[in-house]
């Protein structure tokens, strides 16, 4: 993954650290953090110290990482794949894993306040959790 600058049309930074290729990534609200997810990890950057990784979470090798997404006030992170798993975005450490889906998820999104989740996965399922 290249970080671009698009006024000066150049990379500022490049994310190389998945072996396996990354599958998602997202930017906390302030603009200073990047979480990027692979097959089976997942990295925080912090964009003003870009040297290396803040933190990295190992995930199951049969997670199989599909998305990420992170709370407005970048206190909580999902990582979706074969269940949910929810973090502390700060110490990449895990607070619950949501296994109520039958098939892989595929997608996870928080509601704007950060109390909601909704996941979608192959099961043909919408399921909605609230704090």
Same mark, same amino acid.
Request: proline letters at 4%; a positive charge; zero cysteines.
């Given at each position: 993954i290249n970080l671009w600058n698009i006024a000066a049309q150049s990379v500022v930074m490049t994310f190389a650290? @998945? %072996?396996n290729g990354t599958r998602d990534l997202t930017f906390s609200e302030n603009g200073y953090q990047v979480i990027t997810g692979g097959s089976n990890e997942v990295i925080l950057w912090d964009l003003r110290k870009i %040297? *290396?990784?803040v933190k990295t979470a190992k995930l199951n090798k049969s997670f199989d990482l599909s998305c990420l997404s992170l709370t407005? #006030?970048?206190a909580y992170l999902a990582a979706a794949g =074969? =269940?949910?798993v929810l973090y502390h975005t700060q110490t990449l450490e895990e607070?619950?894993?949501l296994s109520d @889906? #039958? *098939?892989?998820v595929t997608g996870v999104q928080w509601d704007h +306040?950060?109390? =909601?989740l909704a996941s979608v996965s192959l099961d043909r399922t919408l399921k909605i959790? #609230? +704090?």
């Open positions: 650290n @998945h %072996k %040297k *290396e990784p407005n #006030s970048s =074969s =269940s949910v607070i619950v894993t @889906h #039958s *098939e892989r +306040a950060g109390t =909601s959790y #609230s +704090a």
